[in-house]
């Protein structure tokens, strides 16, 4: 099994700034892709960001030019780094991720369990 744990929620003021984690561990031969989702209350959950093994990015129109999404396959890390925060980016934020095991021939999806970020005055 994978476990993804996540860190860097909380609170800011609008304009403000907070950087997200995420690291998997377990045994893990390769991961392909990781990305950001959030859910705010009422509404379904969103893409954000995502990123593959390859760096290359994409990333939601609300957040263009706001979040940057990186990664270190080193570590098996997944990072958010989200500047210029405002109301409507209050939510909970799950990374995901795509595995491979090792002696696997497929990758398998995971999802962690969530952090609160609050975007308010």
């Known amino acids: 099994q994978v476990q993804l744990v996540e860190s860097g929620g909380g609170s800011v003021q609008p304009g403000g700034s907070l950087r997200l984690s995420c690291a998997a561990s377990g045994s893990i031969f390769s991961i392909n892709y990781m990305g950001w989702y959030r859910q705010a209350p009422g509404k379904e959950r969103e893409l954000v960001a995502d990123?593959?093994?390859?760096?290359?990015?994409n990333y939601a129109d609300s957040v263009k030019g706001r979040f940057t999404i990186s990664r270190d396959n080193a570590k098996n890390t997944v990072y958010l780094q989200m500047n210029s925060l405002k109301p409507d980016d209050t939510a909970v934020y799950y990374c995901?991720?795509?595995?491979?095991?090792?002696?696997?021939?497929?990758?398998?999806?995971?999802w962690g369990q969530g952090t609160q970020v609050t975007v308010s005055s």
């Open positions: 990123i593959t093994s390859s760096r290359s990015a």
């Open positions: 995901t991720t795509e595995v491979k095991f090792y002696g696997g021939d497929h990758y398998y999806p995971f």
